[in-house]
């Protein structure tokens, strides 16, 4: 059974610019979720992708957005980019939702200058 | 909003040893408390969890145990193995958030 695949592994971006990132959950799962890891404040959560629907939402201002196919596979944007947007991007894929179990892919390491 | 203290935030120990690591939740209605390791350049893994209706739950080396009471949950590793280094994460979710909340992470390092 394949793994939670996220794409591309490693970005650099300028300031300003955006980004999209992706997430491609384990078959069968519905729901994605995003989260932002730093070295200051750790994993933070994201928001929530439930069958295309958001279903819940973290304390990230709105130049972070995403998005969910109808294949479960979901995105995420991040727009007019700041250096302390550089973190790990983690996807985990779950089931049904946040209380059940969640696999993380392997993140995506975005690089601000 | 629900908080999650992880402590110690490093913990180095001989192999063969046994490694403990303690979280405090805040949200007393939280019913879901996975824990995850995470090697280097890795995403989180999920290694064992345990819900507010059970106490303790063993996998092999690993076990979890729940107080509700004083809403706190640990992990505990047995016979620690040099490949058990990583840094290790507990989190909590509550119906009420439907969030689920990290602890900061602890760095295990097993010494051959």
């Known amino acids: 059974k394949a793994g939670v695949t996220q794409t591309p592994r490693y970005l650099i971006k300028t300031r300003g610019q955006q980004v999209t990132l992706s997430c491609s959950p384990i078959?069968?799962?519905?729901?994605v979720s995003w989260y932002q890891q730093t070295p200051g404040q750790g994993l933070q959560f994201l928001f929530e992708?439930?069958?295309?629907?958001?279903?819940n939402k973290g304390n990230f201002p709105g130049r972070f957005s995403g998005r969910q196919f109808s294949n479960s596979r979901s995105e995420m944007n991040v727009s007019t980019l700041e250096l302390g947007d550089s973190a790990l991007y983690l996807c985990?894929?779950?089931?049904?939702?946040?209380?059940?179990?969640?696999?993380f892919g392997q993140g995506t390491r975005l690089t601000v200058v | 909003g629900e908080n999650v203290e992880q402590h110690p935030s490093t913990l180095s120990v001989q192999e063969g040893d046994s490694a403990v690591i303690k979280c405090t939740y805040s949200?007393?209605?939280?019913?879901?408390f996975p824990w995850y390791k995470q090697e280097l350049g890795k995403g989180p893994q999920l290694i064992i969890d345990?819900?507010?209706?059970?106490g303790e739950k063993k996998d092999q080396r690993i076990a979890v145990t729940l107080n509700k009471t004083a809403k706190h949950f640990s992990l505990h590793i047995t016979e620690t193995q040099p490949e058990d280094s990583a840094v290790y994460f507990c989190?909590?979710?509550?119906?009420?958030?439907?969030?689920?909340?990290f602890g900061t992470g602890t760095r295990l390092q097993v010494f051959p």
């Open positions: 985990a894929s779950s089931l049904t939702g946040i209380n059940t179990e969640a696999f």
């Open positions: 078959s069968g799962h519905r729901s």
């Open positions: 992708y439930f069958s295309e629907t958001q279903r």
């Open positions: 949200d007393s209605a939280s019913n879901y």
């Open positions: 345990i819900r507010s209706n059970v």
């Open positions: 989190a909590a979710t509550s119906p009420r958030t439907d969030k689920l909340i």
